[in-house]
């Protein structure tokens, strides 16, 4: 955190010149200026003084929330490979999905895979094969989504993907909540 800049910005957020600032808490202009460059750091007591003259707090001061990210590159992202069921491999494209309120997969499922059977749920899941075909299950209800095809689900039965085909299949699916 630069210090610094931070009362540099709070004091132009008051409209206040370094000498009013300086006048308010019976420090030097000199002083202000040092601190807001960074080549002076106030004392504990002389920042709790210099923060109350800005309408602030050392607690409101120091309480940065990180910026949140937005772009997620490849080693981000969480594979598991999956040999026996899937005989392919699911990414979870954003780190933590699981707190936000949809979570995007990438599944890929190799010529017999199918990925483990959901049950019922309260939301939504969203699919769309980027290649090859899978059948979508519901119940006893298979329907064949080809590349290129999406499908758009309110659970109410158990449900997943198989891939019948001798070609690998990939399908982005987007569930919320987060359900993977």
Same mark, same amino acid.
């Given at each position: 955190?630069?210090?610094?800049?931070?009362?540099?910005?709070?004091?132009?957020?008051?409209?206040?010149?370094?000498?009013?600032?300086?006048?308010?808490?019976?420090?030097?202009?000199?002083?202000?200026?040092?601190?807001?460059?960074?080549?002076?750091?106030?004392?504990?007591?002389?920042?709790?003084? $210099?923060?109350?003259?800005?309408?602030?707090?050392?607690?409101?001061?120091?309480?940065?929330?990180?910026?949140?990210?937005?772009?997620?590159?490849?080693?981000?992202?969480?594979?598991?490979?999956?040999?026996?069921? $899937?005989?392919?491999?699911?990414?979870? $494209?954003?780190?933590?999905?699981?707190k936000n309120d949809m979570e995007p997969i990438l599944v890929?499922?190799?010529?017999?895979?199918?990925?483990?059977?959901?049950?019922?749920?309260?939301?939504?899941?969203?699919?769309?094969?980027?290649s090859g075909s899978v059948n979508l299950c519901l119940g006893?209800?298979?329907?064949r989504v080809k590349t290129g095809g999406s499908f758009c689900?309110?659970?109410?039965?158990?449900?997943? $993907?198989?891939?019948?085909?001798?070609?690998?299949?990939?399908?982005?699916?987007?569930?919320?909540?987060?359900?993977?």
């Amino acid at each position: 955190m630069d210090i610094g800049e931070k009362l540099r910005q709070l004091r132009l957020q008051r409209g206040l010149t370094q000498e009013e600032l300086a006048d308010r808490c019976e420090l030097s202009k000199g002083f202000i200026s040092q601190v807001e460059r960074n080549l002076a750091s106030p004392s504990i007591a002389t920042l709790t003084d $210099l923060l109350e003259c800005l309408g602030s707090s050392l607690p409101a001061f120091f309480n940065e929330k990180a910026a949140e990210k937005t772009v997620f590159a490849p080693q981000d992202m969480f594979v598991k490979e999956d040999a026996e069921e $899937l005989r392919g491999s699911i990414t979870w $494209l954003i780190p933590d999905a699981q707190k936000n309120d949809m979570e995007p997969i990438l599944v890929e499922l190799g010529p017999g895979g199918q990925t483990m059977k959901l049950s019922p749920g309260e939301g939504e899941e969203f699919g769309y094969v980027l290649s090859g075909s899978v059948n979508l299950c519901l119940g006893e209800r298979k329907t064949r989504v080809k590349t290129g095809g999406s499908f758009c689900l309110h659970p109410k039965q158990e449900h997943w $993907l198989e891939n019948p085909n001798k070609t690998r299949a990939r399908v982005l699916w987007v569930s919320t909540p987060p359900s993977f």
